[in-house]
T-cell receptor, first 109, second 115 residues
Framework: GQNIDQPTEMTATEGAIVQINCTYQTSGFNGLFWYQQHAGEAPTFLSYNVLDGLEEKGRFSSFLSRSKGYSYLLLKELQMKDSASYLCAVRDSNYQLIWGAGTKLIIKP | GAVVSQHPSWVICKSGTSVKIECRSLDFQATTMFWYRQFPKQSLMLMATSNEGSKATYEQGVEKDKFLINHASLTLSTLTVTSAHPEDSSFYIC???????????FGQGTRLTVV
């Protein structure tokens, strides 16, 4: 079966750095996505990786290793507004998005 | 990026009535749209895939006669929850595949409460 694993919850301190991991087992691979979702709102796009390596976009970076079925989202200089759920999703061979359960990130002052 | 508009943002309806939710792609043609349901503290659950001009493909366990999906044009898909019951109360979100096949763009979501 297809499976996306990510931690349920993480806590970090304002100004610090946090890494959210995602491992996946899917039928084929056509890209990995990270989305941010604040409570009661729809997800918003953060990053897209289809090749191995690190993609940097401001305070957020995303890394992919296809051979390991592994990705992480790195958030630097954490701000209180970064408190949200972070969803990892993989697009499989049928171009369907397979979603992880999300990681709730709690930022403390 | 592309914009997907979902309407209404929230709706309260009486048990037994039907509710229609609209999803529009504002600046691109979306041949495929997706409908999700999200219960509190849970991730997105794909309900169905909607292709323009053809019948929607429903995920296992989703009642197609209860959740009617219409994708009559390249910019509009609708989800109608028929004979709604309190257990249908949820957050419904649509998304559209981008023309350049990278990210999926999401509507704002619709909070449905059935009383």
């Amino acid at each position: 079966g297809q499976n996306i694993d990510q931690p349920t919850e993480m806590t970090a301190t304002e100004g610090a750095i946090v890494q959210i991991n995602c491992t996946y087992q899917t039928s084929g691979f056509n890209g990995l996505f990270w989305y941010q979702q604040h409570a009661g709102e729809a997800p918003t796009f953060l990053s897209y990786n289809v090749l191995d390596g690190l993609e940097e976009k401001g305070r957020f970076s995303s890394f992919l290793s296809r051979s390991k079925g592994y990705s992480y989202l790195l958030l630097k200089e954490l701000q209180m507004k970064d408190s949200a759920s972070y969803l990892c999703a993989v697009r499989d061979s049928n171009y369907q998005l397979i979603w992880g359960a999300g990681t709730k990130l709690i930022i403390k002052p | 990026g592309a914009v997907v508009s979902q309407h209404p943002s929230w709706v309260i309806c009486k048990s037994g009535t039907s509710v229609k939710i609209e999803c529009r792609s504002l600046d691109f043609q979306a041949t495929t749209m997706f409908w999700y349901r999200q219960f509190p503290k849970q991730s997105l659950m794909l309900m169905a895939t909607s292709n323009e001009g053809s019948k929607a493909t429903y995920e296992q366990g989703v009642e197609k006669d209860k959740f009617l999906i219409n994708h009559a044009s390249l910019t509009l898909s609708t989800l109608t929850v028929t004979s709604a019951h309190p257990e249908d109360s949820s957050f419904y979100i649509c998304s559209a595949r981008s023309p350049w096949n990278t990210e999926a763009f999401f509507g704002q979501g619709t909070r449905l409460t059935v009383v």
